[in-house]
């Protein structure tokens, strides 16, 4: 079974509710109709009624299975507006602001949703930027107890690949922190491996990626690295990680034999860290793209309820696989 098919068995086990607030895009209503045709989430649709049924109709579709709400026409709204006025009164929030904000931006109106316990999840990013889309989520649901900052990661999927896990592995920070310093990329590490455990399955071995394997090369880039693998080691022994590895040194055995011997992840790394978000974000497109591997994500780690961008180039499949995700992540949550 496929790693996509697998999160779709386990997210029809305990059905979660999943707000998709753009509407307005093609591909998440064409998403809509196959989760529900699926049975892997219950949906919130954010938008106006009449135009969702209209645009559902002229692609053929059918989205009836979910519920809309409008926030134009919604008994809530009022109290949505106290929350967010009551959540950001200390950063500049007034209650008029609040009210324009969540009639405007039908993400932050979803997020606030979820803060009121309304749903379990939600999807966004389809036709609006990572920025805008992680912001509202950073802001109003913050980072989960214990977690040190949020970050977000890819479940990649390669075709006919014999590295990570036949083909799978999580790629971090792929959306979210720009230029990471060491303690946070220890921390993103770590994180890392939790989401591969509990995603994929399996022990996670993160390798922390550079342009340098074992000293190789010289330079205050590298040092960064090498001082995120001893933060690593300190703060979380328990994590099966190593670095600094160039990308062939972590998942190709022969070259790791070479490269980094004696090494308890090279070779054999499923979880790549990425030294900064060129790094990351590029990778990600570089598989997706050449490799023709499912790109899955980004999606949050360390926040406090599950919330998962899109690319603006995402097909609407892979919709499906990110409300799958976040439906499992609710579960977990739950627990
Ligand atoms: C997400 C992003 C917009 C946040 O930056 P910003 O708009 O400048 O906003 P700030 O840094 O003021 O952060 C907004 C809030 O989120 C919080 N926040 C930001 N990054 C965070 C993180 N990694 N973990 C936890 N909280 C975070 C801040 O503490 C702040 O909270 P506050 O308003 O209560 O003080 C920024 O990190 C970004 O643009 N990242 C890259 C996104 C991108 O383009 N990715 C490539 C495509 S996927
Ligand atoms: C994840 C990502 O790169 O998003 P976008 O393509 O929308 O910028």
């Known amino acids: 079974m496929s790693f996509i098919e697998g999160i779709k068995e386990?997210?029809?086990q305990d059905v979660k509710t999943i707000v998709l607030p753009e509407s307005e895009d093609e591909r998440t209503l064409r998403a809509a109709a196959q989760v529900l045709r699926e049975g892997t989430a219950k949906l919130i649709l954010i938008g106006n009624e009449e135009k969702i049924k209209a645009d559902a109709a002229s692609?053929?579709?059918?989205?009836?299975?979910?519920?809309?709400?409008d926030?134009?026409?919604?008994?809530?709204l009022d109290q949505y507006v106290n929350l967010l006025y009551e959540l950001r009164k200390a950063k500049g929030m007034t209650p008029e602001k609040a009210k324009e904000t969540l009639l405007g931006d039908h993400t932050t109106f979803g997020v606030v949703m979820l803060k009121n316990n309304e749903a379990d999840g939600l999807v966004s990013g389809a036709c609006h930027s990572t920025a805008n889309t992680l912001r509202p989520a950073l802001q109003i649901l913050r980072t989960a107890p214990g977690a040190k900052l949020v970050s977000a990661f890819f479940v990649m999927d390669v075709p006919n690949c014999e590295y990570g896990n036949h083909g799978t592995f999580v790629f971090a920070d792929c959306g979210l922190n720009q230029d990471p310093d060491s303690e946070q990329l220890a921390?993103?590490?770590a994180d890392s491996a939790k989401s591969y455990e509990s995603l994929v399955g399996?022990?996670?071995?993160?390798?922390?990626?550079s342009h340098s394997t074992k000293g190789s090369a010289k330079h205050a880039l590298v040092d960064?690295?090498?001082n995120a693998v001893k933060a690593a080691h300190e703060e979380y022994p328990e994590l099966v990680c190593d670095g600094e590895l160039q990308v062939d040194a972590a998942i190709v055995p022969s070259v790791a034999a070479s490269k980094a011997p004696g090494s308890p992840v090279a070779g054999q790394a499923n979880v790549l860290v990425f030294p900064n978000l060129d790094c990351g974000n590029s990778a990600y497109k570089l598989v997706q793209r050449?490799?023709?591997a499912e790109a899955y994500g980004p999606m949050l780690q360390g926040i406090a309820k599950p919330v998962n961008d899109l690319s603006r180039g995402c097909s609407y499949e892979d919709i499906v696989g990110v409300v799958a995700i976040t439906a499992v992540q609710a579960q977990l949550a739950s627990k």
């Open 10 to 12: 386990k997210a029809r």
């Open 202 to 209: 399996g022990q996670a071995k993160v390798a922390f990626i």
């Open 187 to 189: 921390a993103i590490a």
């Open 290 to 292: 050449l490799a023709k």
């Open 71 to 76: 926030p134009e026409n919604c008994a809530e």
């Open 224 to 226: 960064k690295v090498v």
């Open 59 to 69: 692609y053929g579709v059918d989205v009836s299975g979910a519920r809309i709400v």
